[in-house]
């Protein structure tokens, strides 16, 4: 928006204050300026001051190359400390906006600030609700304001409303004595005033982001057997038939695609899940699961993963920054780290892959088909080719070549009554 630009401001919160500025506080993993910031980007609000009363550290990174002005205690109304880059404003409509309203909506922006301009008014206020909630919310209510008005509130500004309070029923009085009256947008979302200030209210925010993304993700058909437990990011996408049980938590970037049974009790972050796929008692960063891949429960993706497609990952499974092939199956008890695994091998039951030699990490190479009995050690680097077999026990030294049984333990000895002669074991 060329006309328009807007000044965002931070409230003094006695309850949060030794935690940092209330902005910084999380709904749904996300700080709630990071909410504001994205509902102004989408609005085209790119023009903006920050006016803070501490954190400029913390709200910096949110703020990029916008002015960062710190508030002096009781110095009134924020707009009133940001009168000099006000100033700079000329003829632009002013948003004026907490850094807590973690429900603005990039949308209502717009449109209240249609009606702003068709209307010539000087001053709108953004409402959820009718007058009776219009009154109660009027001290944390965002709007709409022309610069020169603004610049002229403050000047006449009374000096004894040190935290500015009084700041929009000043502005509404001075319209009353032009014989005007201050717009009224009604966003008609009664969350749109909520704020997270202090701890009760962050709980309340929470709860009502949480209900609005589960609502979203309904309407786009995921389905939820019940919501006990379970809390999903905004940012997160889902597709169409995929049951998300309780207990899960998903945030970051993540996207799952349709028909997927996420939990019960899944942790997932920044990672990309393909359609049909099962994710039981299970937590994914950072990683790739590509089509019909089952995994769980009790296992663990670390990053930098990516898991093909139709393969079998069993409980007590970690796998660390590896490509594991398509069809493998990893049953049980298993580590699996910096690894390239081909396609349809057979891991038996406690594998390990030693990676690390105490100064560095080294790949393993496993090829097509290759077959790990149980209790195999893989000491890398090392190369398994196409079907190279080891035998249940094998620590793996050196490369196995194609269709070669490797077999590395010592071989066993049978001690003729050695249970008889043992002191310790009285037999009858």
Sequence with gaps: MQNAAAIVYTSCCEIMHNNGPAAMREVLFRPIISWVNEALDLAGITERCYVINEGE??????????????????????VCAAKEWLE???????????????????KVLEAALLRHESQSEKLTIIASGGREVFMKELGTSAFWAKEDFLSEVCESSDENDKNGE?????????LSDEKLVAGTFVAGKKEIN??????????????AARTLVFRKLCDEGVEFTCLDGIIIAPSVKI?????????????????????CVIGPNSYIED?????????????????????????????????????????????FVEIKNSDVGARTAVAHLTYIGDADVGEAVNFGCGCCIANYDGQHKHRTKIG?????GCNTNLVAPVELEDFAYTAAGTTVTKDVPEYALAVGRAKQVNVEDWVKKHDAIKIK
């Excluded at 550290?57 to 924020?78: C, D, F, L, N, V």
Aim: glycine share 12%; aromatic share 4%.
């Design 166 to 174: 009084n700041f929009l029923m000043g502005a509404m009085k001075m």
């Design 88 to 106: 700079k404003q000329k003829d632009k409509n002013i948003l004026v906006i907490s850094a807590e309203a973690v429900f603005t909506d990039a």
């Design 271 to 315: 990672s990309e899940i393909a359609d049909g796929c099962e994710a039981n008692n299970t937590q994914i960063r950072s990683s790739v699961l590509e089509k019909n891949v089952k995994i769980g429960p009790w296992s663990q993706v670390r990053p930098g993963c990516v898991i093909r497609e139709g393969c079998k990952i069993g409980d």
């Design 57 to 78: 550290e913390a709200i910096g990174e949110y703020a990029g190359e916008s002015r960062i002005i710190t508030r002096k205690p009781e110095s009134g109304h924020p």
């Design 239 to 259: 597709g169409a038939g995929t049951k998300i049980l309780p207990g899960t938590i998903i945030k970051g970037k993540t996207e799952i695609g349709e028909n």
């Design 194 to 207: 909520m704020r997270g200030n202090d701890g009760a209210g962050l709980l309340t925010v929470n709860a």
């Design 368 to 372: 097509n088909h290759a077959f790990l």
